[in-house]
């Protein structure tokens, strides 16, 4: 997917700087599931780590179109939607990626009263979600 314009380069912009952005998937019934996640941008995907039985695990595997959406600001402008193709991933992920992830979320992680072991632990479970349109204004 190709970041171009004035909204490609917010969108870029906030997939760099942001700590949280809402991942959409869908249950086994049609209904969409918004949930706000941590996540790390490579310039290619977006990787979120979750717990096994959690069910955007389940609902990625079954169905992988997702959107991912920043908040807005207080005016409801600045909104940024990117819809994709999520995958549940059988393979780590590469240990630099991961490095990555953890150092981003250092002082979440510590506030959660986890070490980066125990997070890796219990947030085992790689989704990356390659981003395929961009929505917003």
């Known amino acids: 997917m190709q970041f171009e314009g004035p909204l490609g380069r ?36 977006v990787l979120v780590v979750s717990r096994p039985k959690a069910g955007k ?28 193709e999520g995958a549940v991933l059988a393979e780590a992920v590469a240990e630099e990626r991961m490095r990555a992830y953890l150092r981003k979320y250092r002082h979440g992680i510590a506030d959660l009263e986890m070490t980066a072991a125990s997070f890796q632990e219990a947030y085992r479970v790689p989704i990356r979600i390659r981003p395929t349109s961009l929505w917003g204004f």
């Open 10 to 45: 917010k969108a870029l912009r906030r997939l760099k700087a942001e700590q949280v952005v809402w991942l959409t998937s869908v249950d086994q019934r049609g209904v969409p599931q918004p949930r706000p996640v941590w996540f790390h941008w490579d310039g290619e995907d």
């Open 57 to 84: 695990v389940k609902q990625i595997a079954a169905q992988p179109h997702v959107a991912l959406h920043f908040n807005s600001d207080e005016a409801g402008s600045e909104i940024v939607v990117l819809h994709g």
